[in-house]
């Protein structure tokens, strides 16, 4: 099982047999979040029990260091997308991540 490729965020890199799909999340979050800090962490837990042979990287944006994002998400933190795909809002539903690694 794997996270869907054609979202616009897996990034094909050459291994020793084929291809291997790199996920990559951004998490929008800010500091002193305890929020962020557990979808942060629930991510990771959940990649590590349902997909341990699946790549993933995790870009987390400090929405305070840019006003413009800041305006956009203030109080919607936290927010995690693959690619420009919004998956999750404030929790971490691992019922949603499921349905993208289904579609991979």
Same mark, same amino acid.
């Given at each position: 099982?794997?996270?869907?490729?054609?979202?616009?965020?897996?990034?094909?890199?050459?291994?020793?047999?084929?291809?291997?799909?790199?996920?990559?999340?951004?998490?929008?979050?800010?500091?002193?979040?305890? *929020?962020?800090?557990?979808?942060? #962490?629930?991510?990771?837990?959940?990649?590590? +029990?349902?997909?341990?042979?699946? %790549? =993933?990287?995790?870009?987390?944006?400090?929405?305070?260091?840019?006003?413009?994002?800041?305006?956009?998400?203030?109080?919607?933190?936290? *927010?995690?997308?693959?690619?420009? #795909?919004?998956?999750?809002?404030?929790?971490? +539903?691992?019922?949603?991540?499921? %349905? =993208?690694?289904?579609?991979?």
């Amino acid at each position: 099982m794997r996270l869907s490729s054609g979202i616009g965020s897996a990034q094909p890199t050459k291994g020793k047999i084929g291809i291997t799909i790199i996920v990559n999340f951004t998490l929008y979050s800010r500091q002193w979040c305890s *929020l962020c800090e557990k979808m942060q #962490q629930d991510l990771r837990v959940y990649m590590q +029990e349902n997909l341990p042979q699946q %790549k =993933y990287t995790i870009k987390v944006i400090d929405i305070d260091a840019n006003p413009e994002l800041l305006k956009k998400y203030d109080w919607e933190v936290p *927010l995690l997308f693959i690619g420009d #795909q919004e998956v999750c809002r404030h929790h971490l +539903e691992s019922s949603v991540l499921e %349905k =993208y690694a289904q579609r991979g």
